[in-house]
């Protein structure tokens, strides 16, 4: 695994991933095991529902997401360890057939307070449909390491 260190990254860099289908199957498999609602669930009772049709879970998409990132070695294979995220949103949903792609940009940097061997970047992740349609949006605090450990 090639590793990209802390000083490599810069504010603004940005990396897309490839791409996901998300089929009506994938969805209800999904919820019947982790959000159990009948918009995941059933195509003819999520007619008459919010979503006026079968969705995703947001859950489901952020796992796709999250898949996407880590495949897409956004990073440049640095492993992507999570120190938190802040700001998830799912403004619409994501639907059988859509094909997910993400786009993350380097919004901050700093060296860690406490560990100098690390510092943490910022990241915004933004996912799209194939309309452009933006289905989930991030921001998440990730921890690099670093080449030279300040004093």
């Not at 791409?19 to 999904?30: D, L, M, Q, R």
């Not at 095991?33 to 003819?44: I, K, S, T």
């Not at 933004?126 to 921001?139: L, S």
Request: aromatic share 8%.
């Amino acid at each position: 695994m090639t590793i990209t260190y802390f000083e490599d990254f810069q504010v603004g860099q940005r990396s897309t991933t490839g791409s996901v289908t998300v089929t009506a199957e994938e969805i209800k498999a999904f919820a019947g095991a982790y959000d159990p609602q009948v918009f995941h669930l059933d195509e003819n009772a999520a007619q008459d529902t919010f979503f006026e049709g079968l969705c995703a879970s947001g859950w489901h998409t952020a796992a796709l997401v999250m898949g996407l990132l880590v495949r897409g070695d956004i990073l440049g294979g640095t492993p992507l360890i999570g120190a938190s995220v802040d700001h998830l949103r799912w403004p619409m949903p994501t639907r059988p057939g859509d094909t997910l792609t993400a786009t993350a940009e380097v919004i901050e940097k700093r060296e860690s307070r406490s560990r100098p061997d690390r510092g943490i970047l910022r990241i915004a992740v933004t996912a799209t449909n194939q309309d452009g349609g933006v289905v989930e949006m991030f921001e998440s605090a990730v921890v690099v390491p670093r080449r030279v450990p300040s004093d």
